[in-house]
Every structure is written in C-alpha cells, then in structure tokens.
C-alpha cells in the first residue's frame, strides 16, 4: 500500500479470521496491526451485499435477506387492497425477489436449513400475491 501511495480509512477497515466451526475456538482474538492502527477481529464482513462470516456457512447473509424481505413484505401487505395486482407484482419483483436472488450462486451447496428459510420468503410473497392463508 505504501509503495502505490494508498491509505486505509479506519473508519471502514474490518479484519476476518476464517475457519471450520470445529478451530473456532483456535482465532486469536487480540487486535490486528493494519499500518499504524490496531483492528479488532470481526465475525462477520459485507462486501458488495454479500455477508461473508467467519466459519463460510453464509448464515449471516441469509439472516440478513430473509429479515429484510419479510419487513418489506410486512410494509406491502400494509396497502394491498389499495394497489392493483400488476402493481403488487412489480413491488414484490423489486424488493422481495431480487433480494433472494443477489448473490444466489453463492448460495450453492449451504445447508438444507438455509434454503429452507430463503424458500420461506418466496412462499410467503406467493401467499401475498394470491391472498392465500398459510
């Protein structure tokens, strides 16, 4: 960094130690020298939408989608009755759909749990869509 005359804000630099859940207990703790400032370790990072935690199981990232798209079918059941059908589809499309499906290739080979609970959200936006009890 030095020699291409770069600099680390301090404010936004993160430092993740990544291992099997079985070495958890392995990761040091102590902070990290990063130049002339000291970072603690993280459990978990964001880059680019994607949160990566620290044993790789994606579990964060999945948290993370399914608690932002259930708030956003939350506050569109709100006004169904008030929007036409093709207007509910274009809202549950752009704000509960295209969630699940950023960074879906990543997705590829995580628990049967976790698919389960993104499956969840798309079940529950089809029931918002057909007015359909559970």
């Given at each position: 960094?030095?020699?291409?005359?770069?600099?680390?804000?301090?404010s936004?630099?993160?430092?993740?130690?990544?291992?099997?859940?079985?070495?958890?207990?392995?990761?040091p703790?102590?902070?990290?020298?990063?130049?002339?400032?000291?970072?603690l370790?993280v459990?978990?990072?964001?880059?680019?939408?994607?949160?990566?935690?620290?044993?790789?199981s994606?579990?964060?990232?999945?948290?993370?989608?399914?608690r932002?798209?259930?708030?956003?079918?939350?506050q569109?059941?709100?006004?169904?009755?008030?929007?036409?059908?093709h207007?509910?589809?274009?809202?549950?499309?752009?704000?509960?759909?295209?969630k699940?499906?950023?960074?879906?290739?990543?997705?590829?080979?995580?628990?049967?749990q976790?698919?389960?609970?993104?499956q969840?959200i798309?079940?529950?936006?089809a029931?918002?869509?057909?007015?359909?009890?559970?």
């Amino acid at each position: 960094m030095r020699s291409n005359r770069l600099q680390v804000n301090p404010s936004k630099k993160e430092v993740l130690w990544c291992s099997s859940s079985r070495r958890q207990h392995k990761i040091p703790t102590s902070p990290v020298r990063i130049g002339s400032t000291y970072v603690l370790p993280v459990t978990a990072v964001r880059d680019l939408g994607l949160y990566i935690d620290c044993d790789v199981s994606l579990q964060t990232h999945v948290t993370a989608t399914v608690r932002s798209c259930f708030a956003a079918l939350r506050q569109i059941r709100s006004v169904r009755r008030c929007l036409p059908r093709h207007a509910l589809l274009s809202l549950i499309r752009a704000l509960v759909v295209s969630k699940v499906d950023c960074c879906c290739s990543v997705l590829a080979g995580v628990s049967r749990q976790l698919l389960y609970r993104l499956q969840s959200i798309l079940n529950a936006a089809a029931r918002l869509v057909f007015s359909v009890r559970r």
